[in-house]
């Protein structure tokens, strides 16, 4: 049983997704430890079940500062300065990253494993030139020191072995795309029949959603 030191970038009652599933995933076989940022905007969460008894640890950092880059990066400090406390403490055989921000001032001394799950193409969400340049840059950092990269889709493996370059060794690099817990979908049996579908997107909506294909694809797939 490895023990397991888990980053997430959402807050444990953020709609449940692919963190979450992981992290109750690994604590099945090994001993799992949670470090989140937690929201002090509490609207729109949830209550999410821990459903095998996962070890939840909180970051708390500065609020309300998305706009300005200096103090986002302050709370990158806070929160990796966390991630290098609890590290010592609980002396994890595995680090698992899931943004380039918990790299900010990672333990240098640190002999375990890395694994970095990259499941966006984060610099594409920053505007602001210089956060986007050290959002990168701390990517690569941690590109390069990870023993293992996942990536969520064809499209992220691609873009970190020719974007970033650092993956000296893409045999390193896998992907394990976005799923769910298994559980099936009631459909009424007499909705199968229809020559009509519904589609149905669970997910945020901002302004790099894009309207355009959606709107394409409705109207060339009858």
């Known amino acids: 049983m490895k023990k397991i030191l888990y980053v997430m970038n959402v807050e444990w009652n953020w709609i449940k997704q692919r963190p979450h599933f992981i992290a109750e995933g690994l604590s099945k076989n090994h001993h799992v430890e949670v470090l989140y940022r937690y929201w002090y905007n509490r609207k729109g969460l949830t209550l999410n079940r821990n459903e095998n008894s996962v070890k939840l640890s909180r970051i708390y950092s500065i609020t309300f500062v998305t706009r300005f880059a200096k103090l986002k990066a302050v709370n990158d400090w806070i929160v990796s ?82 974007d970033v370059q650092e993956v000296s060794d893409d045999a390193k690099l896998k992907v394990v795309r976005n799923g769910y817990n298994g559980e099936r979908l009631e459909r009424p049996s007499e909705k199968i029949k229809s020559q009509e579908y519904i589609f149905a997107y669970v997910g945020t909506i901002s302004h790099w959603f894009d309207f355009d294909i959606l709107l394409k694809s409705l109207n060339e797939c009858e």
């Open 81 to 162: 300065r966390k991630i290098k406390k609890v590290a010592r403490k609980f002396d994890p055989d595995i680090v698992y990253l899931t943004h380039p921000n918990q790299f900010e001032k990672f333990d240098n001394n640190y002999k375990g494993k890395v694994i970095y799950d990259c499941m966006d193409y984060h610099t594409a969400f920053i505007t602001e030139n210089n956060e986007q340049q050290r959002i990168k840059k701390l990517e690569t950092k941690l590109i390069a020191r990870a023993d293992l990269i996942l990536g969520s889709s064809e499209k992220l493996r691609s873009y970190l072995l020719k």
